[in-house]
C-alpha cells in the first residue's frame, strides 16, 4: 500500500423544490448549506506534515432534468459557490475536484444511480468510497480520515485483541495513530493480520435510533469482489447501505465507529441539532451481535 490515499465521496444530488433555480436560490441547495460545509469542518486545513493523509474528490450525480445541475449556468454557480468554500477552508479550489455526472435514464432508481457513480469513481482510480447523502452533516473532526485508514491498514475483525488496542487510538482525527501504545505490527501495513481495504468502516447516524446502517466506507476491494457492482442488487430506491451490512457482518467485516458521528436529513448545518458530547466509544450493548431484521425493498424491474 503506498501514495495517497484518494477517498471519493459519491453524492446523488436532488436540487427541492423550496430551492429557486437561480443564483441567489443556490444558496439554500442543503449540498451547499449542510454537506460541503460540514465536510471541509471535518477534513479540516490541508496539512502538509501530516503521516495519515488523504486526498479527496467529490463526484455529484444528479437527474438530467435537475433545474440546478442540468442548466450550464447554474451547476457553475454552483461549482463556484462551493470553490469559494474550499478556499475559505484553506484548501486550493483545485485540491478536491469536484465531478458533475448526469444520470440518463435512472431517475428514481437510486440503487442504478449508486452504481453508476461508483463505477465511474472506480475507473477514475478512487480507493475509497464514502456514499453520501446533500442533506446529511458531518460531526467529528478527522471522521473519513479515520474511516479510511481503519480499512487501509486491514485491522479486522474488532475482536482481535491488537485491533482493539489500535480502535481505541483511532476515533477523532487520528492524533493518536502514531503512539507507542500503538502496537508496532498495526502501524505496519505490510504485517497487518487482516486484509487491508476489506469489509466497510460504518459511521453514527445520530438522526434516528434505527439509523444504524445509513453510511459507511468501503475501498475498491469491495467493487473487485463484486465484479464492479457497488450494489448488486435487485431493489430500487432505499436499503442498499443495509444490504451491504448484512454482507460484511456476516464476516465480522462490518464495524461500526460510534465516535464517528454524522446526521441525516439535514438542511442547514448552521441549525443541525448539536452533537452530543461524545469523546469515547459508546458503553451502549453491542446491537450488532443480534442479527438485523429483513428490510421491505422496492424492487426495480429495469436492475
Known amino acids: ?24 436560490g443556490l444558496e439554500r441547495h442543503p449540498a451547499l448549506k449542510a ?25 455529484y450525480g444528479h437527474n438530467t432534468d ?20 474550499l478556499e475559505a477552508h484553506g484548501h486550493a479550489s483545485i485540491a478536491i475536484p469536484r465531478i458533475y455526472l448526469p444520470m440518463f ?6 440503487t442504478a444511480i449508486w452504481n453508476a457513480m461508483a463505477a465511474r469513481a472506480y475507473r477514475d482510480g478512487c480507493g475509497y468510497f464514502f456514499m453520501s447523502n446533500d442533506d446529511m452533516v458531518i460531526y467529528t ?3 473519513l480520515r479515520a474511516a479510511v485508514w481503519r480499512l487501509r491498514l486491514g485491522v479486522f475483525p474488532a475482536s482481535e485483541p491488537n485491533a482493539s488496542a489500535f480502535l481505541r487510538s483511532l476515533p477523532g482525527a487520528l492524533a493518536t495513530l502514531d503512539s507507542p501504545a500503538v502496537p508496532a505490527a498495526l502501524r ?35 467493487l473487485e469482489i463484486f465484479s464492479g457492482t457497488y450494489y448488486p442488487v435487485p431493489f430500487k430506491n432505499s436499503h442498499q ?6 454482507v460484511y457482518r456476516r464476516f465480522s467485516l462490518s464495524n461500526i465507529q460510534r465516535t464517528l458521528l454524522v446526521r441525516n436529513r439535514v438542511r442547514d448545518l448552521s441549525t443541525a441539532p448539536p452533537p452530543p458530547n461524545r469523546t469515547a466509544p459508546s458503553t451502549a450493548t453491542n446491537d450488532d451481535a443480534a442479527p438485523p431484521a429483513d428490510a421491505r425493498y422496492d424492487y426495480d424491474p429495469k436492475q
Open 1 to 24: 500500500v503506498s501514495g495517497v490515499p484518494l477517498l471519493c465521496v459519491i453524492q446523488p444530488v436532488l436540487t427541492p423544490e423550496d430551492v429557486k433555480a437561480t443564483a441567489e
Open 35 to 59: 454537506f460541503l460545509p460540514s465536510f471541509l469542518d471535518s477534513v479540516g486545513p490541508p496539512d502538509a506534515g501530516d503521516p495519515f493523509p488523504v486526498a479527496y474528490r467529490i463526484y
Open 66 to 85: 435537475d433545474p440546478v445541475f442540468s442548466n450550464k449556468t447554474l451547476r457553475n454557480a454552483f461549482d463556484a459557490a462551493a470553490r469559494a468554500q
Open 105 to 110: 435514464a435512472l431517475e428514481g432508481r437510486l
Open 141 to 143: 473532526p478527522g471522521t
Open 188 to 222: 505496519n501495513v505490510t504485517s497487518s493480520p487482516w486484509c487491508p481495504g476489506l469489509g466497510i468502516v460504518r459511521l453514527q447516524d445520530l438522526w434516528t435510533s434505527w439509523a444504524k446502517y445509513t453510511f459507511h466506507v468501503s475501498s475498491r476491494t469491495h
Open 241 to 246: 447501505d443495509y444490504y451491504i451490512h448484512k
